[in-house]
């Protein structure tokens, strides 16, 4: 059974930054990737930003320049930088886990999301 943990969420003005973090922890072998996806009232979920644990980095259009992801060693711990923001950043964001398990299952987990909002 593998948990996430997001945390960092608020309400910033726009031009101010925040920073997300999610932790996983359980029954996991291996993660393979962690990152951050975001949706919006009425739009389609969309890619903020990935890392693999070989530190290869993957970001969306919209958040690049402004936003980084980070992990820790041991690959358990993901977390975005949001700088710059403004308020089409507005969105519930979500930590995504890709993995094994300790069977050596392949897993793809989800958060419960954290509110962002930009607002002035």
């Known amino acids: 059974q593998v948990h996430l943990v997001e945390s960092g969420g608020g309400l910033v003005q726009p031009g101010g930054s925040l920073r997300l973090s999610c932790a996983a922890s359980g029954s996991i072998f291996a993660i393979n990737r962690m990152g951050w996806y975001r949706q919006a009232p009425g739009k389609q979920r969309e890619l903020v930003a990935t890392i693999t644990s070989g530190w290869n980095t993957n970001y969306g259009d919209s958040v690049k320049g402004r936003f980084t992801i980070s992990r820790n060693n041991a690959m358990n711990t993901v977390y975005l930088q949001m700088n710059s923001l403004k308020p089409e950043d507005t969105a519930v964001y979500y930590c995504?886990?890709?993995?094994?398990?300790?069977?050596?299952?392949?897993?793809?987990?989800w958060g419960q999301g954290t509110q962002v909002t930009v607002s002035s």
């Open positions: 995504n886990v890709l993995g094994y398990d300790s069977s050596r299952v392949v897993f793809d987990d």
